[in-house]
């Protein structure tokens, strides 16, 4: 009884926090000290559901005990019955004389042979005196009606227990009733049981690859590079090459598609000869969505907020939307978000209005986008302790340092112009090994900063002492300094910079620092929780231009490059709910991004482009800029055509279907599918059992309110058919079957065994 409590209790509490199901096999995730702040905000959630459950099982204590007690004495009787048998047959049997007991004198036996006989005459020891009729004691002749109402409750309990084992044999062999059957005591034993099953895919129309490619890999021998270095140590992020085993091989990918021979965008011809690109910062927003970078008025965030007035936003509110994200409206260009403006300026770059990231986890996000590859397919962070099959940022401008060393005549030259590459952020290092990531990625441990330097003695800036505003991290201002020394230290020595940022207040729980300002946007509780995000993404906006002021200050602004990416977005707006996990909505997958430069024509680019596609992009401007010497230069043209990603300065090529894939939080579950033919089209395709498949049309169903779902593949192919049509259902298998092949691909390209 005490397990099931717990487990009924923790269940009904984890829903109630992340708005998600618990998905126990990920428990081992709670060993980690930093991951058990998260339990902890929700403490009160689970002392009030046990709360709860403790009154309801007060008050259904007697009626549940009554009402199991008839379905056991039921299945009690026919055990008695036999086991009187047997007994008359093998032994003596005193309940079969129970009804004759005249040979038994008791006047004249001992009093042990009276009780006896009490007990043998007593009518409890048949059906109809059970314990739950014969409690508190009865009469002996008892009326028709008492009669009458103590062998009603038989024949009732009778029909639906007989009901419930027919339903069961004729219940259809559908995995979701399947799984709604199992008693919550069962299912972290069925959760563990979950297993990959797209090995076991079933053919329905017959299209896509099927089976054909289940014996191609994209690893193969990697091709020699005249400008690596082969000198011992081996490079990181390039040992592949030193220790000849087999690597990721573009050219050998069947399923890639390449834009490298496309001419630019038209906006951008003849522009790009004009900028120096000295400088590279990889800015990621965390939890960002689409769509408040920068916020519109009347749109989904907006309206939410609006329904909860009887007559509409009142003007605070009003004035605090239009004065949110006035940096975003800078950095995009994009104006038209139906405020008021008195001034329109545009800083310069593209602004690709339908991107998705690579993993809707933050470090499987930050995998995706520094490496240009897809995120391993395991829960959580796995990808460090595995084989980052492709060379990250960090590594490839280390690469370039070792390379131009090799080819310069003096000491001096080789320093001239060297990268170094930078990791800063706010929150915990520690937390699900993200520190080990990054170092796994190429970043040097002198250039990562996180909370844990922050706050001790040798931070150069002095300890920090704010307190944390949600469970990894305080505000960022503190990385202002630092982030100022990088470029003043760059402007002395003479360096380039690669560095890389993630903000941490708009993470959950959403609290804003206390010398900041809130307000609230939404009338009662209901929307508190997206009210408070919205505040972060406010204060967000306000770090952002601390950041850019910084590059201005320095002198660097012309000179640098600045990609913003949200890691993932929030589907508060659209279901409620607060957490990526096991969330595969397209709010939390709908991130913005934007290639930023003063000198950058500032345009908008409609086509659905993905997170993994930054890498390749920042090779392709550095070359089309000229910002890289010979040697660096041919180095960037050998290792751009080798990623899987296109590049954003170029169009992008479909070809028979460009395929994007989504690794949903926290990773082994399921993925997010999109085609660059239809963008439009969202399609989730389940890797292991008891996760539905789903597909939704966004020009239809933006929100996702309503999308066709079902945990059985060949039911889910026939609902799509009679929604959508023959096409989309034949669209459906062939991104069913390139997800097979793909899964099974990502698991030999980290070495990692699924």
């Not at 006047?107 to 009276?114: L, R």
């Not at 041919?634 to 055509?641: E, F």
């Not at 990603?645 to 028979?656: H, K, V, Y």
Request: glycine share 6%; with cysteine.
């Amino acid at each position: 009884m005490t397990y099931n409590t717990i487990i009924c209790t923790v269940s009904v509490s984890f829903y109630l926090v992340s708005g998600s199901e618990i998905h126990w096999r990920n428990i081992g995730f709670m060993a980690d000290p930093t991951a058990q702040a998260i339990i902890l905000s929700g403490l009160t959630a689970f002392i009030g559901v046990f709360c709860v459950f403790a009154c309801l099982a007060a008050l259904l204590q007697f009626p549940c005990y009554t009402l199991f007690g008839w379905g056991g004495d039921l299945v009690n009787w026919p055990i008695t019955f036999v086991c009187r048998q047997l007994g008359h047959r093998f032994s003596y049997d005193a309940l079969s004389q129970r009804e004759d007991l005249s040979w038994l004198d008791i006047e004249n036996t001992p009093y042990h042979d009276k009780e006896l006989k009490r007990k043998l005459s007593s009518p409890s020891v048949s059906l109809l005196s059970s314990p739950r009729s014969s409690r508190g004691g009865s009469p002996v002749r008892r009326s028709r009606l008492g009669r009458f109402l103590r062998i009603l409750p038989y024949p009732i309990v009778t029909l639906l227990l007989t009901a419930l084992f027919i339903l069961t044999f004729i219940r259809p062999k559908d995995p979701s009733l399947i799984f709604l059957s199992w008693t919550t005591g069962l299912l972290p034993f069925v959760d563990f049981a979950s297993s990959p099953f797209l090995d076991n895919l079933p053919s329905v129309f017959g299209k896509g690859v099927q089976r054909s490619w289940d014996d191609r890999t994209a690893l193969v021998q990697p091709t020699p590079f005249s400008w690596l270095p082969m000198d011992i140590p081996a490079l990181d992020g390039f040992k592949d090459w030193y220790l000849e085993q087999p690597h990721y091989s573009a050219k050998s990918d069947p399923m890639r598609v390449s834009n490298q021979d496309e001419p630019l965008r038209d906006s951008l011809r003849g522009k790009l000869e004009k900028l120096n690109i000295r400088h590279v910062v990889l800015f990621f927003l965390e939890s960002t969505r689409h769509d408040v970078f920068p916020i519109k008025k009347d749109g989904l965030v907006w309206n939410r907020f609006a329904e909860t007035f009887p007559h509409g936003l009142p003007q605070e509110v009003q004035e605090k939307l239009a004065n949110l994200t006035p940096t975003a409206n800078y950095i995009t260009g994009d104006y038209s978000d139906g405020f008021e403006h008195a001034s329109t300026p545009k800083r310069g770059g593209i602004r690709f209005t339908n991107a998705h990231t690579s993993g809707t986890y933050t470090l499987k996000s930050l995998t995706g986008s520094i490496c240009g590859l897809s995120p391993l397919a395991a829960d959580f962070n796995l990808d460090y302790s595995h084989h980052i099959y492709q060379p990250c940022l960090p590594h490839i401008f280390n690469a370039l340092n070792k390379a131009e060393e090799k080819q310069a005549r003096t000491k001096e030259a080789s320093q001239k112009d060297k990268w170094k590459s930078y990791f800063f952020q706010a929150a915990k290092l520690n937390y699900d090994s993200h520190g080990a990531l990054m170092s796994a990625m190429g970043f040097p441990d002198e250039g990562i900063i996180g909370q844990e330097y922050l706050r001790s003695a040798n931070a150069r800036h002095g300890a920090v002492t704010l307190e944390n505003i949600n469970d990894f991290a305080f505000e960022e201002d503190p990385l202002e300094d630092y982030i100022t020394d990088v470029f003043e230290n760059a402007n002395k020595e003479n360096n380039r910079v690669f560095l890389s940022h993630i903000t941490s207040t708009s993470h959950h729980r959403f609290h804003m620092p206390k010398k900041e300002k809130y307000t609230p946007l939404a009338n009662g509780g209901h929307l508190d929780m997206m009210s408070r995000y919205i505040n972060t993404i406010g204060y967000e906006d306000r770090w952002i231009r601390k950041v850019l002021d910084i590059l201005d200050k320095q002198g660097v602004a012309n000179e640098t490059l600045v990609i913003f990416q949200g890691d993932h977005g929030v589907s508060l707006p659209e279901n409620d709910i607060a957490s990526p996990y096991y969330n595969p909505n397209v709010g939390v997958e709908h991130v913005p991004l934007v290639l930023s430069h003063p000198q950058l024509p500032a345009f908008d680019v409609d086509e659905g482009v993905h997170a993994t596609q930054i890498l390749p992009t920042i090779l392709d401007i550095l070359l089309e800029t000229g910002s890289l010497s010979k040697t660096s230069r041919q180095a960037a043209q050998d290792l751009i055509r080798n990623y899987e990603g296109q590049s954003l300065l170029r169009p992008l090529a479909t070809g028979n279907g460009q395929w994007q894939f989504t690794i949903t939080n926290p990773g082994r579950a399921m993925l997010s599918i999109r085609d660059g033919r239809y963008p439009e089209r969202h399609l989730v395709v389940p890797i292991i059992e008891h996760v539905a498949w789903k597909l939704a049309d966004l020009t239809k169903d933006p929100y996702e309110h309503n999308p066709v779902q079902a945990l059985d593949f060949k039911s889910f192919l026939e609902e799509v058919e009679q929604r959508f049509g023959r096409d989309v259902a034949e669209w459906a298998e062939e991104g069913a079957f390139m997800t097979r092949w793909f899964v099974k691909e990502n698991s030999k390209r980290w070495r990692f065994d699924l």
